[in-house]
């Protein structure tokens, strides 16, 4: 591969435009925020632009591109959010990203930014940054960390021996921004760059950073902590674990009720609606077919819809509190020995907990692991965690055909089976992605607690809430409309429609596993997107307007009015386990494995999982449903 004509490195780089999101004019300039994970740029990119904001992905990858848009004196500017890394090496993707970025003249000035309460392990970035000649300005965030730590920064005499403007500030208090764009104003004037050669090495570079430091870095006495108590609970063996568990068990107990909640008033203001809107249509003549597939059909997507994105709003206010105050970093550290017992470092415990939201949040977050084949054997592992779209849907037909008590049993053994499921992917791809003379250990330094910003909490939250409710209105409502048409049977008889006459000529085989042939539709179905599970169900077991008119199951049961009526008259106690196990273990949707392609960048390792995970649950199903016959 030839090199770069614009920026000379090894590799050509994929970026020379002064913008990808905005079409922006020479006069329009472009500032690139540069920093670590958790050093504020996220919070200050959401701070500045306002709600002129673009999100995106990098040409051919998953990571984010954020660009946004803001005035400063009638003067518009263009901010990036470059995806954060510990370095510029270029290793990962997201290093790769951010050093094209930069070194391809994006950029018109660079805000490196660093945390003033681990202001040495920070400064490896600016280390890393030096030699680009890219105009920069340093940013100190959480500064009142610091301060509370004992710590002070004499920024005077850093910004004189950098050579570039050094702004304190801390990134949740607004009256801090009005130095921060003054100083960017006259920066883009006068183009202040660090007048250094590149450092050739991390022995250089820490040298640089401690010469840096001296008669910079003043620590008098560290105030104590009022997490001090808490965090040597916190970080014991045993007690840190259980403390743990009952945060993150905390977490969805409150996400269930959140659900449940909204998911009750979606269902009387849903009713009302489908309701008015069949009262509406039947009085112009409307063909009762599209009735029922508006009132039925459309009316039930909305309302899953909005109980997957209920349920997940919670999961993700939890987690991202628990990333803001520094707790989550503590996590990775407890588990970390755990962890090492299946080839894995600590910090991988992270996607597992990420996948009970969505997998490919799960998939996309093994990137903290920097070996490849601990990597993919992450993806592989957090691919047994139940996603949001199962979770909807396996404790309303656990409670419906077990009842409260024995279905939260059958809920519970779901998760059980989980870490069963993980040691199991662990034994057949474990030697042969992680070995043990490969395995690498976890090194990290503890963040100190923080005080969350509760308005960046709140906007990550909720845009990552819409974005999961429109992705699944969207596969919901194809998937429901496509087996709408499907069921239909010409002369008014089920029996006469495409799918039935599939269904009955299958059923012999997948009847084996326990799966009635809507059943194992919906399990086909999951494969595709788990989405498309609640849509499959929404049209082949809805009655009485609980999800949809009925269908076949609930027309040979007779006049079911509710889901646990309809579940209960066409599910066997057997085959309903069989069912929740096959569709909780089944392989990932689509996306999800897309999404582990290019995060591996192995189609034969995701082909090779994704045929293990389809197997794997089919056997389950089997045992489970041939072990429910001799006890049910």
Same mark, same amino acid.
């Given at each position: ?8 490195? #090894? ?60 005035? !400063? ?6 901010? &990036? ?19 094209? !970025? ?57 910004? #004189? ?15 801090? !921004? ?50 001090? #108590? ?28 959140? &659900? ?40 039930? $997507? ?9 349920? +997940? ?96 049993? $059958? ?12 040691? +199991? +992917? ?33 906007? $990550? ?13 969207? +596969? ?11 069921? !239909? ?118 082909? #090779?999982?994704? $045929? ?21």
């Amino acid at each position: 591969m030839s090199n770069c004509d614009a920026c000379a490195s #090894k590799n050509k780089c994929m970026y020379h435009g002064k913008s990808h999101l905005y079409h922006k004019d020479d006069n329009t300039p472009v500032i690139a925020l540069l920093g670590q994970p958790n050093s504020g740029k996220s919070t200050i990119f959401n701070m500045m632009p306002g709600s002129h904001q673009h999100v995106g992905n990098w040409p051919g990858k998953t990571v984010d591109q954020k660009e946004g848009e803001f005035k !400063y004196k009638d003067k518009k500017m263009i901010v &990036a959010d470059l995806p954060g890394s510990y370095s510029l090496s270029a290793n990962s993707d997201e290093e790769i990203i951010t050093k094209d !970025y930069i070194t391809s003249g994006n950029a018109d000035l660079v805000l490196v930014m660093a945390d003033a309460s681990q202001l040495k392990r920070s400064l490896y970035m600016l280390a890393d940054y030096i030699g680009t000649k890219v105009p920069a300005v340093l940013v100190l965030n959480m500064m009142d960390v610091a301060k509370g730590q004992g710590v002070t920064i004499r920024t005077e005499e850093l910004s #004189k021996k950098l050579g570039i403007p050094v702004v304190p500030m801390s990134a949740i208090q607004k009256k801090d !921004y009005a130095n921060l764009y003054e100083t960017i104003a006259k920066s883009l004037e006068d183009g202040p760059v660090i007048q250094k050669d590149a450092l050739s090495d991390a022995k250089e570079k820490m040298a640089f950073i401690d010469e840096l430091l001296e008669d910079v870095l003043v620590v008098s006495k560290t105030s104590k902590s009022a997490f001090t #108590k808490f965090d040597r609970a916190a970080l014991s063996p045993v007690k840190g674990k259980l403390i743990a568990f009952g945060i993150i068990i905390g977490i969805f107990l409150l996400a269930m009720i959140f &659900a449940g909640i909204v998911g009750g008033i979606a269902a009387a203001v849903l009713a009302v609606i489908s309701s008015g809107l069949n009262t509406a249509m039947t009085s112009v003549n409307v063909h009762p077919l599209l009735i029922s597939l508006i009132c039925d059909v459309l009316i039930n $997507v909305l309302y899953f819809a909005t109980m997957m994105a209920s349920f +997940v709003l919670g999961i993700s206010l939890g987690f991202n509190l628990m990333e803001e105050t520094g707790y989550l970093a503590r996590i990775s550290f407890l588990f970390d020995h755990t962890m090492s017992k299946v080839g894995l470092q600590g910090k991988t415990i992270m996607p597992f907990f990420m996948g009970l939201g969505c997998t490919i949040a799960g998939t996309t977050g093994t990137r903290v692991v920097d070996n490849w084949g601990q990597r993919v054997l992450a993806i592989a592992m957090s691919w047994a965690v139940p996603c949001a779209a199962t979770l909807s849907v396996v404790p309303t037909i656990a409670i419906a055909l077990f009842g409260s008590t024995r279905g939260f049993l $059958v809920i519970m053994s779901i998760f059980l089976f989980m870490f069963f499921m993980m040691w +199991v +992917v662990y034994k057949v791809f474990g030697n042969s992605l992680s070995p043990k003379s490969e395995r690498v250990g976890l090194i990290m330094e503890l963040p100190p607690y923080h005080k969350p910003n509760f308005k960046n909490i709140l906007y $990550v939250t909720f845009q990552r809430t819409w974005d999961i409710f429109c992705r699944a209105l969207r +596969v919901i409502s194809l998937v429901s409309i496509v087996f709408f048409i499907l069921t !239909y049977g010409f002369g008014g008889s089920p029996e006469t429609s495409i799918l039935y006459k599939l269904g009955v000529l299958i059923e012999p085989v997948t009847m084996f596993f326990g799966l009635k042939w809507q059943a194992f539709l919906a399990f086909c179905a999951s494969a595709i997107s788990k989405e498309s599970l609640l849509g499959v169900l929404n049209t082949l077991y809805g009655a009485g307007g609980s999800l949809v008119s009925s269908t076949f199951g609930a027309k040979t049961a007779g006049s079911a009015s509710d889901i646990s009526a309809i579940l209960s008259a066409n599910f066997t106690k057997a085959q309903g386990l069989a069912f929740i196990y096959a569709i909780s273990f089944n392989m990932p949707c689509v996306s999800a494995l897309a999404a582990t392609a290019r995060e591996t960048h192995s189609v034969k390792w995701t082909a #090779k999982i994704g $045929v293990f995970y389809t197997v794997f649950s089919l056997l389950i199903a089997c045992i489970v449903y041939h072990v429910g016959l001799l006890i049910f």
